[in-house]
């Protein structure tokens, strides 16, 4: 039987840890696609804080309003979760398009058509580039 010692293991354990870097983060892909399937999944999975986390929420300067607006948006995402239930539940996102604004390169519209198991939906889904990361524009 073959044992490694610390010495013999340190440098395939760091060629392991290098290798495991250079893979791509877990997560949606920063494309206005990639954002506004992750944004739609997770809305009608009721996913509330991993949607949340893929908008852009400019804060208006009002605690209180902003926590408003979060709470309206909370709700809106429950009530699209039992929505998609009472369909049948969430099957799939397709991506039908993507078009840049021609205008505002920082902008984009996404087409998709949400598969329940019962019916489709087809959503239309504003995007803005805010610091290199695609966000879903509210």
């Not at 999944?41 to 509330?48: L, N, Q, S």
């Not at 926590?67 to 539940?89: C, F, M, N, P, T």
């Not at 078009?99 to 239309?124: C, G, S, T, W, Y």
Request: glycine share 6%; proline share 6%; hydrophobic share 45%.
């Amino acid at each position: 039987i073959y044992t490694l010692s610390l010495h013999d293991a340190l440098p395939i354990l760091v060629i392991a840890l290098v290798a495991a870097g250079a893979l791509p983060a877990c997560g949606p892909k920063n494309s206005p696609e990639g954002i506004a399937a992750a944004f739609l999944e997770r809305i009608y999975k009721g996913d509330a804080d991993g949607a949340i986390e893929l908008a852009h929420l400019p804060a208006s300067g009002k605690a209180d309003q902003d926590e408003r607006h979060l709470d309206r948006l909370k709700s809106h995402i429950a009530r699209a979760r039992q929505a998609a239930d009472q369909a049948g539940g969430l099957k799939s996102v397709e991506i039908q398009s993507s078009k840049a604004n021609p205008r505002d390169p920082n902008r984009a519209i996404v087409q998709a058509l949400v598969h329940f198991a019962q019916r489709q939906r087809q959503e239309r889904v504003p995007l803005i580039l805010i610091n290199g990361q695609w966000k879903i524009f509210l």
